[in-house]
């Protein structure tokens, strides 16, 4: 499956910052947090942000590293 803006949703934003929640329905974790999973949603996400994955087969929080006009590349937070 594909990125779905309805299943990214804001948790909390402050300052700049938004915390979101990324409900993945049938994706797995390596496909959401892969090569420009999020890119369809670039318009709407920022470098230092930092999304909640709950995907098929467990659960992940990633930093947004890169948001530009197409294109979003996550990190797994350490």
Sequence with gaps: MAFSVR???????????????YKALKD???VVTGNNFFGDGAD???AGDLIMVT???GARI????????ETVV???LN
Excluded: E, K, R
């Excluded at 990633?62 to 006009?69: E, G, L, P, Q, Y």
């Design 28 to 30: 797995t974790l390596d």
């Design 7 to 21: 299943h990214l949703s804001v948790l909390a934003y402050a300052n700049g910052f938004t915390l979101w929640h």
């Design 62 to 69: 990633v930093s947004v590293t890169v948001a530009d006009i």
């Design 44 to 46: 709407m996400l920022t």
């Design 74 to 76: 996550v990190a797994p």
């Design 55 to 57: 995907a098929n087969g």
